[in-house]
C-alpha cells in the first residue's frame, strides 16, 4: 500500500526510510490488508511481541547521537509508526512505540525505568494510562481519586473511566491528587494540583470492569477502580504536583499519535475509493469521470494531506523541544475531523456495500468516532486554541523524545 501522507515526510527526512520499509514489511507481514469488523479480530497484543522482538518498540526513544544523526528515532518516527498501523486499522495503534510508558520512562525513578524498558521495549508488554474520571470526564481539577501519603508508602483511592486497554495493560499511570493522611478530611480537592503515579494492573485493591464500546473493540474498554492500593514512593512520577505539566506534556504528542493513526485510515480510504470509482460505471461512464465525485473526493484527499503536514510539523518541533499545546489540541481536533469527513465519504462512494461490514469503512467511521472524543472531545480541543489566540498566551511544555537510559 502507497505510503500516501507521508511522502513529503521521507523526502524531507530520508534518515526514516530504513525505518519506514522496516514498518511496512513487518504490517505487510502480519496485517497485509485492513481489517474489517467481519474478519477475524488480530491478536493486538501477540502483534505487538512480534514488534519488539523485531525492535520496533521503543523507536519513539532518542537514538543516543541526537536527533540529527542518521538512524535516528523520536515523535516524528512514532507517528509515522502510527500513520502507516492506521492503514491497517485503527486499533493497531498500539502494536510499536512505548505509548504510555514513556511517562515512567520518562519522569519514574531509576529502578523504574529500567523495569519499563524491559517490561515494554523488550518484552512488548503494554501500558495504560488513566486520567478521565465518571463524574468530571476530562476536568481535571475536578478529579477526585486521592494519592494519600503515609510517610513510608502511599495508598491510591478511587475510579477512573472510561479507559481503553483495561484487561490488556500491565501497568497505568494514573493520575490523582496527593494528600498528607493527616489533611485528608480538610482538603479541598479541588485546589490540589495533580500528580501521577505508576500503578502496576495486579496490585492488591486494583479491580476492573469492562462494557462494549461503538468502536475500537481491539483493545478492553472500561473502568478503573482503586480501593486502598498501597503503592512504594518509588511510584511517584516526578515531583509532587507536577502532574498537570507531565499530562500537557504527554497528551501534546499523543493527541497528534491518535491524529495520525485516524490521517492513516483516511488515506486508506481515500485510496480505495479511487480505485472504486474508477472501476464503476454509471451509464457507461467511470464514476470517477463524474465533476461533483471528483470534486468531493479531491477535497478530502487535501484535507487529509494538510492536517497530516501539520501533524508531522508539530511533532518535528517536540522533537526540537518546542511544544505548543494549543496547537496540537487543535491539530488532534481537526485531524480526527477531516478523518470522519473521508471515510465518511468512502462509505458513500462504495454505495450499499459500503453500509456493511464487508468493507473496512464501517469499522472506520467508528474508530474514529471514538478517537474524536477520546484524549479530550474535539469542541474542548478547539477551544485551546481559540484561548490561546484571545487571551495571547501560548502554553508550552518540554516533551522531546526519550533519550536512552
Known amino acids: 500500500m502507497p505510503a500516501t501522507g507521508i511522502s513529503p515526510l521521507l523526502l524531507r527526512r530520508p534518515e526514516l526510510l530504513e525505518l519506514e520499509a522496516r514498518l511496512t514489511a513487518f504490517l505487510d507481514t502480519h496485517l497485509p490488508s485492513p481489517v474489517r469488523e467481519g474478519d477475524p479480530r488480530p491478536d493486538w497484543l501477540a502483534l505487538r511481541a512480534r514488534a519488539a522482538a523485531a525492535g520496533l518498540t521503543g523507536i519513539d526513544i ?10 535516528t528515532t523520536g515523535r516524528v518516527a512514532q507517528g509515522m509508526a502510527m ?6 486499522d485503527c486499533d493497531a495503534r498500539e502494536i510499536f512505540s512505548t505509548g504510555h510508558a514513556a511517562m515512567p520512562l520518562r519522569h519514574g525513578s531509576p529502578a523504574l525505568v529500567r523495569d519499563t524498558r524491559e517490561q515494554v521495549v523488550g518484552a512488548g508488554k503494554l501500558a ?14 475536578g478529579f477526585r481519586t486521592v494519592l494519600v501519603d503515609h510517610g513510608d508508602h502511599y495508598t491510591l483511592s478511587g475510579s477512573k473511566g472510561l479507559i481503553s486497554r483495561v484487561e490488556e495493560a500491565y501497568g497505568f499511570v494514573v493520575f490523582a491528587k496527593l494528600v498528607d493522611s493527616a489533611d485528608l478530611e480538610s482538603t479541598d480537592l479541588r485546589e490540589v494540583p495533580l500528580s501521577a503515579v505508576w500503578v502496576p494492573t495486579d496490585a492488591a ?3 476492573t470492569d469492562t462494557t462494549d464500546p461503538m468502536g475500537m473493540r481491539g483493545w478492553s474498554f472500561g473502568h478503573l477502580h482503586f480501593v486502598d492500593v498501597r ?3 518509588d511510584h511517584l512520577l516526578g ?15 499523543w493527541r497528534l499519535m491518535m491524529s495520525l493513526v485516524c490521517l492513516g485510515a483516511a488515506a486508506a480510504a481515500i485510496q480505495e475509493s479511487a480505485a472504486r470509482t474508477r472501476a464503476r460505471t454509471v451509464a457507461r461512464m467511470p464514476l470517477a469521470a463524474i465533476p461533483s465525485v471528483a470534486a468531493r473526493l479531491g477535497t478530502v484527499a487535501a484535507q487529509v494531506e494538510a492536517a497530516t503536514a501539520w501533524c508531522f510539523a508539530l511533532l518535528e518541533r517536540i522533537d526540537r523541544g518546542e511544544t505548543d499545546v494549543a496547537a496540537c489540541s487543535a491539530a488532534k481536533a481537526l485531524a480526527t475531523d477531516t478523518a470522519y469527513r473521508a471515510v ?8 450499499s456495500e459500503g453500509y456493511t461490514k464487508q468493507t473496512p469503512q464501517e469499522k472506520r467511521l467508528r474508530d474514529i468516532r471514538g478517537l474524536r472524543i477520546a484524549d479530550g472531545p474535539n469542541d474542548t480541543l478547539y477551544s485551546v486554541l481559540a484561548h490561546s489566540l484571545l487571551t495571547e498566551e501560548h502554553p508550552t511544555v518540554d516533551a522531546r523524545p526519550l533519550a536512552h537510559h
Open 205 to 207: 485493591g486494583v479491580l
Open 128 to 141: 495504560g494510562i488513566a486520567s478521565s474520571e465518571p463524574h468530571s470526564g476530562s476536568d481535571l481539577r
Open 344 to 351: 465518511d465519504l468512502a462509505l458513500q462512494l462504495h454505495g
Open 231 to 233: 503503592l512504594d514512593k
Open 62 to 71: 532518542e537514538a543516543p547521537d541526537g536527533p540529527d544523526e542518521p538512524g
Open 239 to 253: 515531583a509532587p504536583g507536577d502532574g498537570r505539566r507531565m499530562f500537557d506534556a504527554h497528551f501534546s504528542a
Open 83 to 88: 500513520f502507516l498501523a492506521g492503514q491497517r
